[in-house]
């Protein structure tokens, strides 16, 4: 037996694939989904790139059940190891929005469309209390689904995504002359141009019935119910982790991983790193006076240069030359950019990035007199530390791995 738990996710919008989570002890497949139980608000069509995705989660229930502080700890060190194979992923547990709900059994309504309709709920083959339910104006409905509305609108649904399939092959004859911004057409024409993903109605709502999924499979199959020209085919990925990582450690490195503003982004990034700060000197034998000698102490312990170098260079084309550019503040002071070609990036990318924190955390107008360097939220010049997020992101995520290393995860949820 296995209990099975269905868990929100953010930032995973347009993922359109399939992880499957092997080795701390539960399975954990993350898939898209259509969310919030559509009935008034069915579509005939979804498409696989517009689509949120959940974490369906197997407990094995002969290892005992997990809290809910288990399952989301569970779920965060899968998706850590996933982060760290897929740098630009951003998907985390932690959701702002909720869009599941709970009705009390006993409700008459239980709710869909986002909570926002409220259906009848009578099930008179298994709940004594019902004697009986009958329509009332239509002859032709037979109340086999103990959600009533559904026995009304299931073969309006059908009629009406059959009626909508059928004109994805609609063409009609077209006969246009040539013009200064297009060549001239004789000829049929498809009268839609559907891009790839197209998921009618049927197999968007399979997604959630994925089931077991094969060591083997490289795919899953969403089949059409009309025809084979219109069967889709989910990648599945598949990611192995055998590690419990530090709690707190992950909470911060999440917080930057979630959040959209690119100082708070930061904040939480470098606060994995902040962590190691008295430890980190004591380790290397150094003895440190100040903060900025800390963190330089924290990137040596977890990193060396060519380390660092070899991510650098793995870059896109156009962040490499942001950062080699100076950052532009919300003051009249630049920070100055990274030093290309340093001979110790080491000691490079510790005081540009300590310059970058000074300017996020602190707000002093002047220091000693002098003009700072500072950020105004939500400003303009506050996206110019973007270019600092993936390096710090991955000092982070080196980081957690070392303190693991060193002793600092779980043994258990």
Known sequence: MALTISFQLSNSKGLGKIISFKGLGHELTIHPTIHGEPLLTSQAFYYLNTLDCIAFLKIKTKEGSLHQEQIEYL?????????????????????????????PAYNLYHHYDQANTGALVVDKNNDPTVIDIQPIDNDKVCFSDWCIPKNYTGSIIADYV??????LDEKVMLFMEPNEHQHGYIGKKRIFKCGYGLLDLYQAEK????????????EFVLKSTYSADYDVYIP????????????????????????????????????????????APIILSTKVYLEKDQLECVVKLIADHNEIFSFINSLEPRVKTQLFQPITTSSSVSINRFKRGSPNYIKA??????DIRCAVVHSKKTRKGKTTPIFEPYSVEANNIKVALPIVRWLAIQCIIKDYDLGGGKQSL
């Open 349 to 354: 990318v510790s005081a540009w990035l300590y």
């Open 236 to 279: 599945i990925e598949r990611v192995d982790c055998d590690k419990l990582y530090n709690p707190l450690l992950l909470s911060f490195y999440f917080s930057g991983l979630n959040d959209k503003n690119p100082l708070n982004s930061f904040v939480g990034y470098y606060n994995v790193l902040e962590y190691y700060f008295e430890e």
């Open 75 to 103: 779920i965060d060190n899968y998706l850590f190891e996933y982060s760290t194979k897929n740098l630009k992923s951003r998907i985390t547990t932690k959701v702002d929005e909720f869009l599941y709900w709970k009705d």
């Open 207 to 218: 997604l959630d019935n994925i089931g077991n999924i094969k060591d083997s499979d490289n």
């Open 162 to 167: 059959e009626k909508m399939h059928s004109l």
